[in-house]
């Protein structure tokens, strides 16, 4: 079999933390089918993340050159690397950057593709993806039959596993090719301060924050323990805060090591979207509210007297 290509992601100069999750994945895969895992690095100056790379098993880092992202290019790119290091298994970020390009290279592979999987195995030499189904309802065990299996993986699905590969770098000369389109402008939104996507811990407001001005007490505790700030689908129509922090099926879907809900009830739709969280902590006056039925922790009390002590004493840790 060939060997596994990973496809890093950087972004605002910062090497994301889905890039060493992914090559940790991939390390894995490689050992069972008894290859390398080649981590692919687009951009300029970006060899200073080999070694980052290689610490969790990246066996060769190789850097292709690139001024600035387009999805038609980093396809060409990705997959004329793919072509010739004879690529059987390809592992990208599901990330908003993954998403444009990842359709576009299992095209130009002829590959088939499974999307946003958050779970990883192998089974007879081929990688066996798990990723929700039925908004979450339900998990399913994908296999990918043609030769290349191409997948994105879901930030912070994937253990980062401390597991040194050699990590030599090989600068790559591949050209961007034929692109047919031009970014003229990018309209960027204000968003949240931590992507909501890529966060360890969210800090979740519903239709029991009563009003726009008090999504200022979760901001504070998200502020305090370095947490993104979301909102359920009621909020957002209410107008109490932009659409980017909407958590849920129409909006974002995300998998923290922690998710606070505050003042949410838990609709399927909403949890469709924050389901797969390692620990969800709940908030909540209503006992009966469904969000109970999920929670790993609940809290049945006024939110406006709990969130605030919470903060304060995370203060004490936290500085």
């Known amino acids: 079999m ?9 972004k605002d100069g910062v090497l994301k933390k889905i890039s060493k999750e992914i090559t940790s994945a991939g390390k894995k895969i490689a050992e069972a089918i008894g290859t390398q895992v080649e981590v692919l690095l687009i951009g300029e100056g970006v060899e200073k993340f080999a070694s980052e790379l290689a610490a969790v098993g990246a066996d060769k880092v190789l850097v292709a050159q ?9 396809a060409n790119i990705i997959a004329t690397i793919a072509k010739e290091k004879a ?22 592979l002829k590959a088939g593709i499974v999307a946003d999987a958050v779970g990883i195995s192998i089974d007879a030499g081929k990688v066996i993806a798990k990723k929700p189904i039925y908004s979450g309802k339900a998990y399913a065990n994908i296999k990918v039959n043609t030769p290349i299996q191409v997948f994105t993986v879901r930030p912070n699905s994937q253990e980062i596993i401390e597991k040194a590969g050699s990590g030599t770098v090989e600068q790559v ?21 931590i992507q909501l996507t890529e966060a360890s ?3 979740s407001g519903g ?3 009563k009003g726009p001005e008090n999504f200022a007490i979760l901001q504070e505790l998200c502020d305090t323990i370095g947490a993104a700030l979301g909102a359920s689908r ?37 949890m469709a979207g924050m389901g797969s969280s390692k620990y969800i902590v709940a908030i909540n006056k209503d006992p009966d509210a469904p969000i109970f039925k999920v929670a790993t922790f609940g809290i049945v009390a006024d939110l406006f007297e709990v969130v605030p002590a919470v903060t304060k004493e995370f203060k004490k840790v936290f500085g």
Request: overall charge positive.
């Open 2 to 10: 060939g060997n596994v290509l990973v496809v890093a992601e950087i």
């Open 66 to 74: 690139a001024s600035e992202f387009h999805p038609e290019a980093y």
């Open 87 to 108: 690529s059987s298994v390809i592992l990208m970020p599901h990330t908003g950057q993954g998403k444009d390009y990842s359709p576009r290279v299992a095209i130009k």
């Open 173 to 193: 000369n591949v050209s961007a090719g034929e692109v047919k389109t031009k970014i003229v402008s990018t309209n960027l939104s204000g968003g949240a301060k």
């Open 201 to 203: 811990i969210i800090v």
């Open 207 to 209: 239709r029991g924050m």
């Open 234 to 270: 009621a909020a957002v129509d209410a107008g109490w805060i932009p659409h980017s922090h909407q958590v849920g099926q129409t909006g974002k879907t995300v998998s923290p090591n922690c998710y606070i809900a505050c003042g949410i009830s838990g609709s399927i739709q909403h």
